[in-house]
């Protein structure tokens, strides 16, 4: 149980274009949402925090029109990343907790963006 | 807000020892502890947890233990083998039942020696 689910696990693209990932939770339903970043050989930096049906909390120092976050149902949750630039290349991970009081976090398999 | 330091950076034990990986954490209100296992190009995925209310947790080789006094935090890994190689990251919350994003540590790489 408890699986999530991200898609595309790999994608390159053009400065300048706009990627869309998602993030889907299975097997429960998500109320909300974790997106991070890693960089390479290093942690995962939280991002910002999706609420199903509201607007996502961004993160200090995170730019919330570059990062676009869409919680539209219980099991979906995208994040788009606007005009990419290759400085935005970086491995993004989703995370989900079932809407149960203490419930853990399980993450997606990631996403590797490369900006050329 | 939250900072959680974790040593050692890199540790390599023969196969078949333990291994030890140590936190700390700095907000005396976190109450959630997990322990995560990520290898090479996946996402992380949970090994164990604990919370402030227990002292100690243990799930077959793995266990973890608590202090909250000190405020840190421990992983022991009994017998290990080789597919236990992996980046090891420990985190830190507080968990009300509401929405909360963990903080991490910089995350452990630990090789096991055949």
């Known amino acids: 149980g408890a699986v999530v689910s991200q898609h595309p696990s790999r994608v390159i693209c053009k400065s300048g274009t706009s990627v869309k990932i998602e993030c889907r939770s299975l097997?429960?339903?998500?109320?909300?949402m974790f997106w991070y970043r890693q960089f390479p050989k290093q942690s995962l930096m939280l991002m910002a925090t999706?609420?199903?049906?509201?607007?996502?909390?961004?993160e200090q120092g995170v730019e919330k029109d570059k990062f676009l976050i869409n919680h539209a149902s219980l099991t979906l949750s995208t994040l788009t990343v606007t005009s990419a630039h290759p400085e935005d290349s970086s491995f993004y991970i989703c995370?989900?907790?079932?809407?149960?009081?203490?419930?853990?976090?399980?993450f997606g398999n990631g996403t590797r963006l490369t900006v050329t | 807000g939250e900072n959680v330091e974790q040593h050692p950076s890199t540790l390599s034990v023969q196969e078949g020892d333990s291994a030890v990986i140590k936190c700390t954490y700095s907000?005396?209100?976190?109450?959630?502890f997990p322990w995560y296992k990520q290898e090479l190009g996946k996402g992380p995925q949970l090994i164990i947890d604990?919370?402030?209310?227990?002292g100690e947790k243990k799930d077959q080789r793995i266990a973890v233990t608590l202090n909250k006094t000190a405020k840190h935090f421990s992983l022991h890994i009994t017998e290990t083998q080789p597919e236990d190689s992996a980046v090891y990251f420990c985190?830190?919350?507080?968990?009300?039942?509401?929405?909360?994003?963990?903080?991490f540590g910089k995350g452990t790489h630990l090789i096991i020696q055949p």
């Open positions: 097997d429960f339903q998500a109320t909300t």
């Open positions: 604990i919370r402030s209310n227990v």
């Open positions: 907000d005396s209100a976190s109450n959630y």
């Open positions: 995370s989900a907790r079932q809407a149960l009081y203490n419930s853990p976090l399980h």
């Open positions: 999706s609420n199903e049906g509201s607007k996502a909390t961004y």
């Open positions: 985190a830190a919350s507080y968990s009300g039942g509401g929405a909360d994003g963990l903080t």
